[in-house]
């Protein structure tokens, strides 16, 4: 496999700062480090990302990510490692990647039960999360980004 092109990102010189600045502010959303990472990883399975799976999977572990919890996050349903918390963020995640699977892509019930865990900044910085990712994720799916092989 061999990439379209360079990621677009990188080839308009404004853009790459902004979207690393738009994940600096979820950083700031309180939402624990880890948390992110997997809402990252999950959004990023679901769309086949290999650059994001790869990338997301190594960023996890760094931030202190266990190999079974890694490896059951496409499972998180039925794996006994995730916390309350983080099978709502999971869920949020799915649903606001999925956004054409239903007629009501979020429906209350999976955003009540991440505002049951999350402040307002806190779902702020998980709803920032999941676009951005998913902003890569279409950016390194249609350019065909091979993994592991990504410079940013």
């Excluded at 490692?81 to 009501?104: G, I, K, M, P, V």
Aim: proline letters at 5%; one cysteine or more.
């Amino acid at each position: 496999m061999q990439a379209r092109m360079q990621n677009p990102a990188m080839v308009l010189p404004d853009a790459m700062p902004a979207i690393l600045n738009v994940l600096k502010a979820v950083e700031k959303g309180g939402v624990p480090k880890t948390t992110l990472e997997l809402v990252h990883l999950r959004a990023s399975q679901i769309n086949g990302c290999s650059v994001c799976v790869d990338a997301g999977a190594r960023s996890a572990r760094k931030a202190g990510e266990s190999d079974e919890r890694l490896f059951a996050v496409a499972a998180w349903r039925e794996a006994p490692y995730f916390t309350d918390a983080e099978r709502a963020a999971l869920a949020l995640a799915e649903s606001a990647t999925r956004l054409a699977d239903r007629t009501d892509p979020v429906p209350d019930e999976i955003w009540d039960e991440a505002a049951r865990h999350y402040d307002e900044k806190g779902l702020a910085a998980l709803t920032l999360m999941i676009a951005v990712t998913n902003l890569f994720n279409r950016l390194n799916a249609t350019t065909r980004q091979i993994a592991a092989s990504a410079s940013w």
